[in-house]
């Protein structure tokens, strides 16, 4: 079973810049996660999906940040302008139905710099 | 305000012998936990969870104890091995909702 896959691994951007991370969760999996993980600390949570709608986005900063899930599937996380404490670890999580196993599992992450 | 709490930043502990990982919450709320391992460059990946109404789950190496009571939480590693050598994250879900809250990691090094 492949893993949850994202794209770019690595980015490097000036301030004011805008970006794009891609997301494509485990097949089969309804619910995505993305978290920011800034050097230091534990993941923290963005946004929450479920298939294509918003469970949960309270703790994300919506005047520079926002994500979509179109087609219940794949996902992108988008910052515009980007600031330097934008600077972290992007992580992608999915993981099954609501009533499923509660464990989440998390792609590669996108390493963003912001400069 | 940190609700989960891992306060040993670093842990080095001798191969073979048992590593002990130890977590604190102060949500009531939480009804699971669990137990994520990061090697450098790749995403958390899961080892094992506990719900709150268990005191105790095993998995093979690993084993996660609960203390409701004192909110706290450990994860013991028997034997612990060279590949074991990774930042562990507790993390916590609160009930009703469904993202998780993580602490700030521990670096365990296991040495020869």
């Known amino acids: 079973e492949a893993g949850v896959a994202q794209s770019p691994r690595y980015k490097i951007i000036e301030k004011r810049q805008s970006v794009a991370f891609w997301c494509n969760p485990i097949?089969?999996?309804?619910?995505l996660y993305w978290y920011q993980q800034i050097l230091g600390q534990g993941p923290k949570l963005l946004i929450q999906?479920?298939?294509?709608?918003?469970?949960?986005d309270s703790q994300l900063p919506k005047d520079r940040f926002s994500a979509e899930r179109l087609k219940g599937v794949d996902s992108t996380l988008k910052i515009q302008p980007a600031k330097l404490e934008d600077s972290a670890v992007y992580l992608c999580a999915s993981r099954t139905t609501p009533f499923g196993l509660i464990a989440q599992y998390f792609g590669p992450g996108t390493r963003l710099t912001v400069l | 305000d940190q609700q989960v709490k891992q306060n040993s930043p670093s842990l080095s502990v001798q191969e073979g012998r048992i590593s002990i990982l130890n977590c604190d919450y102060t949500?009531?709320?939480?009804?699971?936990f669990l137990w994520y391992k990061k090697y450098p460059a790749e995403g958390p990946t899961f080892l094992i969870s506990?719900?709150?109404?268990?005191d105790k789950n095993e998995d093979g190496r690993f084993t996660v104890f609960l203390n409701k009571s004192a909110k706290h939480l450990s994860l013991h590693i028997v034997p612990s091995q060279p590949g074991d050598s990774a930042v562990y994250f507790c993390a916590a879900r609160q009930g009703g909702a469904d993202g998780l809250t993580f602490g700030k990691g521990t670096h365990l090094i296991i040495q020869p």
């Open positions: 097949s089969g999996h309804a619910t």
């Open positions: 999906f479920q298939n294509n709608g918003v469970v949960d």
């Open positions: 506990i719900s709150s109404i268990k």
């Open positions: 949500n009531s709320m939480f009804d699971y």
